[in-house]
């Protein structure tokens, strides 16, 4: 069907029909159950089994290279109309709908599928067309239109997986429960080398928002930052190394909040591991790793993960240093070192708007009348709030039945009442 027909106003015609739908699901989610003549639920599904038709179901005669690639960037659209989607008020209320109708799944089963379909199409062409050198050639050159294709498809599916799970710890959990860090890793390497704009979508996963706001963002998901370390060795760009590397090296170090989000997610242990192929590391990039492990270390490290980064450092030559050895002894330098003033080794984290501690009601007083004090500790590092910002933040430190202590927490002072 789309063979004879401009390809500019399909195109056009598709994403006029997706904002349709766009503005229907915000519609349906403002209206009352006895207003409603479909649920949203029922559009999801039909939206997600058109996203993953099967491309081998229709028939030879039908099918060409022009029309699976225009079904490629049909499917590139429609994932860039579930963030649009999710662009809304009642956000919280969309996203719960989403996790019920399996989309985590479905977008995971796209990547799978889309690559599956590509892989088996050019073993047929090759295998049918191999004589002729001129369509030879061809194919070739279709081949790197279908692979940017694909490259656009993984960035956007990332994009819906980071629109589902934004501001969100329970889809979270879901998404780690369901599909699991490892498996999409698993997928991604699947495809080939990454481009740079699947790296920078993983790290917009991470911070949600725009990777280069350093400073302004923290790390809302800290499970991608453990996949591109992971990553790093089997990058065969040594620019995008560097990249990535100095970009986990920012992030991760901005603040005490930070270091202490990827100390709790053994991120030590992951920059060991992949310090362990230092063979396949550019220098600059490991040499980054090894700070970040430095600044890490100064936070928090165990003796087991002590003990794994000298033994990074033996070769089998005893003769021969490490190549890294100098890095590695300045950084556990840092780790030993004393920096800024004195705190806590241990302590509550309550950054987050729901964190809170819950104490049991005192059922019988001692005396008229008691006393407690707390230390409370800001980083001095954070990002003012903005212009637009209600200003200061509110928290309850202490509640009873007649007594509340809350804290106003604005630039510059604490307020305690």
């Not at 904002?19 to 599904?45: A, K, M, N």
């Not at 990332?158 to 501001?167: D, E, G, N, P």
């Not at 490991?286 to 033996?314: K, T, Y």
């Amino acid at each position: 069907m789309w063979d004879n027909r401009d390809p500019d106003e399909v195109s056009r015609k598709a994403e006029l029909t997706l904002r349709c739908l766009t503005e229907v699901v915000h519609i349906l989610l403002t209206s009352s159950s006895d207003q409603r003549q479909v649920e949203t639920s029922t559009i999801l599904e039909n939206y997600f089994k058109l996203l993953n038709s099967d491309h081998a179901a229709l028939p030879n005669s039908r099918r060409s290279r022009q029309w699976e690639s225009r079904f490629i960037a049909l499917q590139i659209q429609m994932l860039n109309t579930i963030t649009s989607m999710l662009d809304c008020v009642d956000r919280p209320v969309l996203q719960a709908i989403f996790l019920n109708s399996n989309c985590f799944e479905h977008l995971i089963r796209l990547l799978q599928n889309c690559k599956l379909f590509l892989s088996a199409n050019n073993q047929v062409v090759h295998k049918n067309e191999k004589e002729l050198a001129n369509q030879l050639l061809t194919e070739m050159n279709q081949e790197q239109v279908f692979q940017g294709q694909l490259d656009c498809l993984a960035v956007s599916a990332i994009q819906a997986l980071t629109a589902v799970m934004h501001k969100s710890p329970a889809a979270k959990e879901v998404f780690k429960e369901r599909i699991g860090y490892a498996h999409i890793f698993e997928v991604l390497k699947s495809m080939g080398q990454p481009s740079r704009e699947l790296l920078e979508e993983l790290m917009n996963m991470a911070v949600e928002g725009d990777h280069t706001s350093v400073g302004l963002l923290g790390i809302s998901n800290v499970q991608p930052l453990l996949l591109l370390i992971q990553w790093l060795p089997e990058l065969d760009s040594p620019d995008l190394q560097v990249f990535v590397s100095n970009w986990l090296k920012r992030i991760c170090c901005i603040n005490r909040q930070s270091r202490a989000t990827c100390v709790n997610t053994s991120m030590v242990t992951r920059i060991i591991e992949t310090l362990g192929g230092h063979a396949l590391l550019h220098r600059t990039c490991a040499e980054s790793l090894v700070a970040l492990l430095g600044s890490l270390g100064s936070q928090s490290m165990s003796s087991e993960e002590l003990h794994e980064l000298i033994q990074l450092l033996r070769t089998t030559d005893p003769r021969q240093a490490h190549p890294h050895v100098v890095p590695v002894m300045r950084a556990i330098l840092t780790v030993a070192r004393k920096q800024g003033l004195d705190n806590a080794l241990q302590y509550f984290d309550l950054s987050h708007g729901m964190a809170g501690i819950a104490v049991p009601t005192v059922q019988r007083w001692l005396g008229s009348a008691f006393s407690f004090s707390a230390w409370l500790c800001l980083d001095q590092d954070q990002a003012r709030p903005s212009a637009n910002s209600k200003g200061g933040k509110r928290k309850q430190l202490y509640s009873s039945d007649f007594l509340i202590w809350v804290t106003w927490m604005v630039p510059g002072c604490i307020i305690a009442m």
